[in-house]
């Protein structure tokens, strides 16, 4: 099994930016990748971005491409994902998964995903 703890959300105006951080915990060894997730009211769960614990390979969606960056640190089994030029749509609840997929690009799909955190709310006001 493999625990994870999100922090880091609240509320910010738009423009503004905030630090999501996901600790991983347990049997963090078979986890290979580390993805962000986020669902806003009456959404499904989408995809944001994803990193490969092993090299660092990362991958986005297009709707966060270019102002978001996910990041680890392997001493600290944590994940980050900076959030910059934030939005009124980026709001929603982001999660944070772990999957045992060994993949050379982290997957993208909910479904590829074992472990999830209980998500941290992000507010973006306009």
């Known amino acids: 099994q493999v625990q994870l703890a999100e922090s880091g959300g609240g509320l910010v105006q738009s423009g503004g930016s905030l630090r999501l951080s996901c600790a991983a915990s347990?049997?963090?060894?078979?986890?290979?990748?580390m993805g962000w997730f986020r669902q806003a009211p009456g959404k499904e769960r989408e995809f944001v971005a994803a990193?490969?614990?092993?090299?660092?390979?990362?991958t986005y969606a297009d709707s966060v491409k270019g102002r978001y960056t996910i990041s680890r640190v392997l001493a600290k089994n944590t994940a980050y994902l900076q959030m910059n030029s934030l939005k009124p749509e980026d709001t929603a609840i982001y999660y944070c998964?772990?999957?045992?997929?060994?993949?050379?690009?982290?997957?993208?799909?909910?479904?590829?995903?074992?472990?999830w955190g209980q998500g941290t709310q992000v507010t973006v006001s306009s």
């Open positions: 990193t490969r614990w092993s090299d660092g390979t990362t």
């Open positions: 347990g049997r963090t060894f078979s986890s290979n990748s």
């Open positions: 998964a772990a999957s045992t997929r060994l993949t050379i690009v982290p997957p993208k799909g909910p479904y590829d995903y074992e472990y």
